[in-house]
């Protein structure tokens, strides 16, 4: 506009006249109206929207929250579906309602009966009802999938639809986990479902929309879903009609979520301010590093994740408890824990600090080569045996830590006498393997996160409901009828007290079983830009830390102009 004032000037005015009254009126004439014409149908200049840019190692294979089995595939259904209920960091109030208005429970503790807040929003507009709740409930049992292990309690033919805005969830027994599960129980729109199934195998409902959920939302979360592209990105909006929150100032608009098996170039991109945070599973002494750069925030927990390595019990030789402890007490705990990974504390059973049944006072094992020779002699398998079994150790292609420790672990296995070998391949097909004892791999390199704050979210590996599920544990296939039997005591009581009694036991009798290798709870190391605000840990459920409608951006930070 200034350019072509300026050529107007020259041309109204010939070099050297002088401007007299009448022409300068008609000048100043002029400048007003194209004045009034800029403000009113020139465009108005949009502030540039905020996009916050996150990379992860593992591949995204599907958007659909049943089948959420990593980091990365649990944090997307995070931000773009919601929840009955929603974890809280305060331990006086673990749960509060979020699409639940308000819930009651039975006096059998076996009916839990919820009143849906009215007007909440789809993706699509539509409005959340009971009958989404109830279908999306209803495509958990009949589908199967990673999530369908957490909700095997719920009655089959329990879901009922009261009225428009209540529904009731009936459970076969009580299960003092369930509220705490419904943090993981994605609502999803019925009607956009069903309007994009395919045939398949489930009657009426098609495929239960299987291929559309793959790529696509059906959604009601503070983001939803613009693109997915598998093996290099998916692409999340602001979901402006988002009601459940407040959006705070400087939000972000637009998540760019980028897959990249290598951490070299995670770490390359993100020392060139081209991705904003990255994954926690970097290298250590690469996270150390940025330390002393004080660009960056390197935010450092010991988390409520176990890390562990599972043996096949159905599988010989782990079939035999004398060869687990042989195992058990060859493995290399503090090289896996302080120079692999960075530091944390060793585990003491399944279930971390900060969840109940958490327990110090079990005995963990530490690396001791003559009593893992001892146990070797102890085996129903002779030497010659033994010579014959190549032990095959799953750990997830492109991370270098799952990597490592599996290297670790052949080492120490073969300082006693076995052989092994790591076996690099993809996180979906390690937990469809893990479906079958058969098929189910030796051993796996594996940990499991709070994703739900209850002890059953991790011991139901050591009972039957949890063999055969698509994720490592699935593969476990151990069973001590005791053990079973203190889980479900735990279950039929509200009584915390008694509650950690149980858990407990049954956690002794598992590590003195030694199904799996136990080593240690995570030291987690996030590292983001330092312009990057919200971030904190933990959130009351694990990657509720990464919930980012809490997260804003510091754009008046000099590197964030930089970088954006």
């Known amino acids: 506009m200034s350019l072509f004032l300026f050529n107007l000037n020259k041309f109204y005015f010939k070099k050297g006249e002088e401007m007299n009254m009448e022409k300068k009126l008609k000048w100043i004439f002029i400048i007003v109206l194209l004045a009034i014409w800029q403000m009113l149908y020139s465009p108005i200049a949009q502030a540039k929207p905020i996009e916050f840019r996150f990379a992860g190692e593992m591949e995204i294979a599907s958007l659909d929250p049943i089948k959420s089995s990593n980091n990365w595939e649990w944090m997307v259904a995070v931000n773009i579906y919601d929840t009955l209920v929603f974890p809280n960091p305060d331990p006086k109030e673990r749960f509060k309602p979020w699409i639940a208005e308000s819930w009651s429970i039975s006096s059998d503790r076996k009916t839990y009966t919820f009143r849906l807040k009215k007007g909440l929003k789809f993706h699509d507009g539509s409005e959340i009802t009971s009958e989404d709740v109830a279908f999306s409930m209803e495509r958990i049992l009949a589908m199967g999938g990673p999530v369908t292990a957490q909700f095997k309690m719920v009655k089959p033919g329990g879901v009922q639809i009261i009225d428009k805005y209540t529904v009731a969830l009936n459970l076969s027994a009580p299960d003092p986990s369930f509220i705490a599960r419904l943090t993981i129980f994605r609502i999803l729109n019925k009607k956009l479902v069903l309007k994009n199934k395919q045939p398949g195998k489930y009657g009426e409902f098609g495929d239960y929309g299987e291929k559309f959920l793959v790529t696509n939302d059906a959604g009601s979360g503070p983001y939803k879903v613009i693109s997915m592209k598998h093996g290099d990105r998916v692409i999340l909006e602001k ?299 933990p959130a009351g459920a694990q990657y509720y830390e990464l919930w980012f409608h809490r997260f804003w951006m510091d754009i008046n930070d000099e590197l964030y102009k930089k970088n954006h």
């Open 239 to 537: 979901f402006n009609d988002y009601s459940l929150s407040k959006w705070r100032e400087n939000s972000f608009d637009k998540i760019s979520i980028y897959m990249i098996p290598e951490h070299v170039t995670i770490a390359t991109k993100f020392e060139k301010g081209e991705i904003d945070m990255a994954t926690w599973a970097l290298p250590v002494q690469t996270i150390q590093r940025w330390r002393k750069n004080p660009n960056f925030e390197i935010k450092e927990d010991i988390s409520q994740v176990t890390w562990y390595i599972v043996m096949n019990n159905k599988k010989p030789p782990f079939d035999d408890i004398a060869i687990r402890k042989a195992v058990s007490y060859a493995f290399d705990y503090d090289t896996e824990m302080n120079a692999i990974l960075g530091g944390g504390k060793r585990s003491t059973g399944p279930v971390p600090p900060g969840i109940i049944g958490h327990s110090d006072n079990i005995y963990y094992y530490k690396r001791d080569l003559e009593k893992a020779r001892e146990w070797l002699k102890k085996s129903k398998y002779t030497p010659a045996q033994l010579s014959q079994f190549n032990i095959e150790i799953a750990a997830v292609a492109g991370s270098e830590r799952f990597k490592k420790i599996a290297l670790l672990a052949v080492n120490n296995l073969a300082e006693i006498g076995l052989k092994a070998s790591v076996k690099a391949a993809r996180w979906t097909d390690i937990c469809a393997a893990q479906q079958k004892p058969e098929t189910a791999y030796s051993m796996v390199v594996c940990y499991q996160s709070a994703s739900i704050p209850h002890p059953d979210y991790w011991l139901v590996y050591f009972t039957p409901k949890g063999w055969g599920t698509a994720y490592p544990p699935g593969g476990i296939y151990y069973e001590n009828p005791k053990v079973t039997e203190l889980i479900n005591e735990a279950s039929q009581t509200d009584d915390p007290d008694k509650q950690q009694k149980f858990y407990e036991q049954a956690q002794k009798l598992i590590v003195e079983d030694a199904p799996i290798l136990f080593t240690h709870y995570d030291k987690r190391l996030t590292p983001f830009w330092r312009y990057v605000k919200g971030y904190f840990y």
